[in-house]
């Protein structure tokens, strides 16, 4: 019973996304600890970390995708919140360096004796611990959020206002972490990271567990996410995005509503972050940039918005490309790819890959139907379904 | 005091300006409980501000906008705290939500908790099939009831929003232009439907459509210009020379 109602509330889609990830978190690792370099199975440590980044950053497409598609809050500074859960991490892992930095103080990280600090900030107080360095991943994006979107959605700014406003968020932010005074490395950020837990970043034993780890959070933050959607809850968010001022004339709070999505995405964008830094092994203020709040976007919109599967999937897509593009002759060219590439899917595919793949099944389905109505005799005009059910 | 505090809605001396147009000049108007009222007016008359105002989404500038026997004072609240005080509104044009079914339509319309975590986890997540179709069987859109609202025709759409507000269990009901655009059969259909509902609520039905308007046998109000011109029987309102004046545009 309980069984049947979670199939049904992940979806034919969902359950081959999950499938797809279980099958990546045991093959990836498997080939990369267990084959042996030169056999065509084996996958390269710089593989691991390349994939192990792209799923972070699914995973904050997936968040991105739950307040864009599903509520229309188009978030230009989603990253922010990536970028705050990655500091959390960060310093946890700065802290776990201990004497073994250039200065060799036990306290203080590297940068910090460099400025002159006599003592540990306020802020970075506790953040020894693995379980405290976890609960500020999450909490600090979702305070964050929670008071820019109290303050924004009670005031009722909504549409292009409120993603300048959140461009500006994360713009703001950006500039402040550059400043050597904000106390978290400045230009620079956190990096030269030691060991998570007692296990060396740098091993491959390590790297193939955080990948692990990865894949268990995209999926958990996935089935999150559906639960949110395929509850009533996420049809209230989908009324919301199609008409606020009719959603409020119903009688909902939609600021309350808005801000609850709001915050949970933020939280998990700060995961995505979170697990972003060991396996790149830096965090810096670059990743507070503009620019990347709005590559996000553009994930989203090419692997299909409103999907939650066709958000990953743009993710890895379109990361993959850049990794294709920035290597080699091609890299002066990046920036005008992704460009085209907005264009073309804003033009040619607005529902995203997601919307094209769906276009093709529906268009087969239909073929077979009447193949089949003209086989069994009837007149194929009979065939398929003209009238739009609900969409799945 | 009596007409306020028998009326289920009262309006006293109420203005209201945009950059100086006046929509509203010092409108009043009393319902009574139970009662059904049909809003006639030439275009820029201040029907649809009237709503606006009281539904929350305008404020009036002066005047007094009271609910329930005057005991409410709905300047002081919001759109979704007056939804919730028992005010439903349909709009003018349909506003249904498209990308929804009509089931969910009206699942997101029941009266109950609004909050998110009862949509998440609580009772409205556990609504009964039963229950919507209760108010599609109103509307007789029963049999549409897993096809997306945007692929409802015209006419389907507004007996939708008004199964919606229904669903709202208000006590009082804004209904603005049921008919426009409807075929004939459609509207007759309506005006059925709505004598049915002003049974047991209070309903205030703006419309342009005359005839609809006989069909509906209430009491009628012509707006112009912001304020009350005529009340009273549709027959006495017709014949009334000032009405007629302002229609045929002298």
């Known amino acids: 019973m309980l069984t049947a109602r979670f199939l049904r509330m992940i979806e034919g889609r969902g359950l081959v996304f999950l499938g797809i990830m279980a099958l990546v978190a045991l093959l990836v690792p498997l080939c990369n600890l267990y084959v042996p370099p030169g056999n065509p199975f084996h996958v390269s440590n710089g593989t691991v970390v390349l994939l192990g980044k792209y799923l972070c950053y699914a995973m904050f497409a997936v968040a991105l995708d739950l307040v864009w598609g599903y509520c229309g809050i188009l978030s230009l500074g989603h990253g922010a919140f990536f970028a705050l859960g990655g500091y959390a991490m960060g310093m946890y892992l700065m802290r776990q360096i201990g004497t073994r930095g250039v200065y060799a103080h036990p306290v203080l990280p590297d940068f910090m004796v460099f400025l002159n600090y006599k003592e540990l900030p306020l802020t970075w107080w506790g953040f020894q611990h693995f379980p405290y360095a976890m609960l500020m991943v999450v909490l600090v994006p979702g305070l964050l959020a929670f008071v820019f979107g109290w303050l924004a959605f009670r005031s009722r700014v909504t549409g292009v206002y409120l993603s300048i406003m959140t461009q500006a968020l994360t713009y703001a932010l950006w500039l402040s972490f550059f400043r050597n005074d904000m106390g978290f490395g400045g230009n620079n950020g956190l990096t030269d990271f030691k060991d998570i837990l007692g296990f060396n970043v740098q091993a491959q034993g390590t790297r193939a567990g955080l990948f692990i780890v990865t894949c268990m959070a995209l999926a958990l933050t996935f089935i999150i996410a559906r639960m949110i959607v395929a509850s009533t809850y996420g049809k209230v968010l989908v009324a919301i995005r199609d008409g606020e001022s009719r959603t409020r004339f119903l009688g909902y709070r939609v600021e309350h509503h808005k801000l609850l999505v709001w915050v949970v995405s933020a939280m998990m964008a700060g995961v995505a972050g979170a697990l972003y830094v060991p396996q790149v092994g830096i965090i810096n203020p670059s990743e507070f940039h503009p620019a990347n709040s709005i590559e996000a976007v553009v994930w989203v919109a090419l692997g299909g918005r409103g999907t939650l599967v066709g958000a990953a999937l743009g993710a890895v897509v379109v990361n993959w490309l850049k990794t294709v593009f920035t290597t080699g002759w091609l890299a002066p ?60 | 005091m009596s007409a306020v505090t028998q009326s289920i809605l009262y309006l006293d001396g109420v203005s209201v300006a945009f950059d100086g147009f006046k929509a509203l000049r010092s409108l009043s108007l009393t319902l009574q409980p139970g009662e059904m009222r049909a809003i006639i007016g030439p275009n820029g008359a201040g029907k649809t501000t009237m709503m606006d105002v009281i539904t929350g989404k305008t ?181 009334n020379e000032r009405v007629i004046e302002v229609y045929l545009g002298r």
């Open chain 1, 333 to 392: 060219y990046w920036l005008f790819a992704l460009g085209g590439l907005f264009v073309l899917v804003t033009l040619a595919m607005p529902k995203g890959l997601i919307g094209v793949w769906e276009d093709v099944r529906a268009r087969l389905a239909n073929r077979k139907a009447i193949a089949d109505a003209k086989a069994s005799g009837a007149r194929p005009s009979d065939a398929g379904s003209p009238d739009p059910q609900v969409p799945r």
């Open chain 2, 59 to 239: 404020k009036a500038d002066e005047g007094d906008v009271l609910f329930d026997k005057g005991s409410i004072d709905l300047s002081r609240y919001d759109e979704a705290a007056i939804a919730e005080l028992g005010i439903g509104r349909k709009f003018q044009k349909p506003t249904v939500f498209e990308s929804h079914t009509v089931a969910d339509n009206v699942l997101l319309a029941l009266k109950g908790d609004r909050s998110p975590f009862s949509a998440l986890f609580g009772a409205r997540n556990r609504i009964a099939a039963e229950t919507i179709d209760r108010y599609l069987a109103i509307v007789r859109l029963l049999d549409h009831r897993a096809r997306l609202a945007g692929a409802l025709s015209h006419g389907q759409k507004q007996w939708l929003e008004i199964a919606m507000l229904l669903a709202q269990d208000p006590k009082l009901l804004l209904i603005d232009e049921p008919v426009a655009g409807m075929t004939d059969a459609e509207t007759d259909v309506t005006a059925e439907l709505l004598k049915d509902i002003a049974r047991d609520h209070s309903v205030v039905v703006v419309e342009h459509d005359m005839g609809f308007v006989r069909a509906l046998g209430c009491r009628v109000t012509c707006l112009h210009e912001g304020s009350v011109l005529a009340e009273g029987s549709i027959d006495a309102v017709a014949g």
